[in-house]
């Protein structure tokens, strides 16, 4: 098992930036992956971003260039900094973790994200 916890989040004008974290603890195997979804009232979670555990990273086209994903491996932690924020980015954020080798897949309680016009 692995447990996830999520800080950050919040209320913020457009253009405005906030800063997700997400803390893993418990049976995290060597290949994985972190990251974060996103879901917004009536529609499907999607991806947002993920870091694997070698390096590589995976952006949401909608987020490119104002979304960064960044891990503390030591720390266990994944960040996702928002800047630009629009209010379509106003959503439900999902902290996920993917131990690779088993396909098993854990999620956060969620953190609400709120950007006004």
């Known amino acids: 098992q692995v447990q996830l916890v999520e800080s950050g989040g919040g209320l913020v004008q457009a253009g405005g930036s906030l800063r997700l974290s997400c803390a893993a603890s418990g049976r995290i195997l060597n290949l994985n992956a972190m990251g974060w979804y996103r879901q917004a009232p009536g529609k499907q979670r999607e991806l947002v971003a993920t870091?694997?555990?070698?390096?590589?990273?995976q952006y949401a086209d909608s987020v490119k260039g104002r979304f960064t994903i960044s891990r503390d491996n030591a720390k266990r932690t994944v960040y996702l900094q928002m800047n630009s924020l629009k209010p379509e980015d106003t959503a439900v954020y999902y902290c996920y973790f993917r131990n690779i080798g088993i396909q098993a897949d854990y999620w956060g309680q969620g953190t609400q994200v709120t950007v006004s016009s």
């Open positions: 870091m694997y555990s070698g390096g590589p990273t």
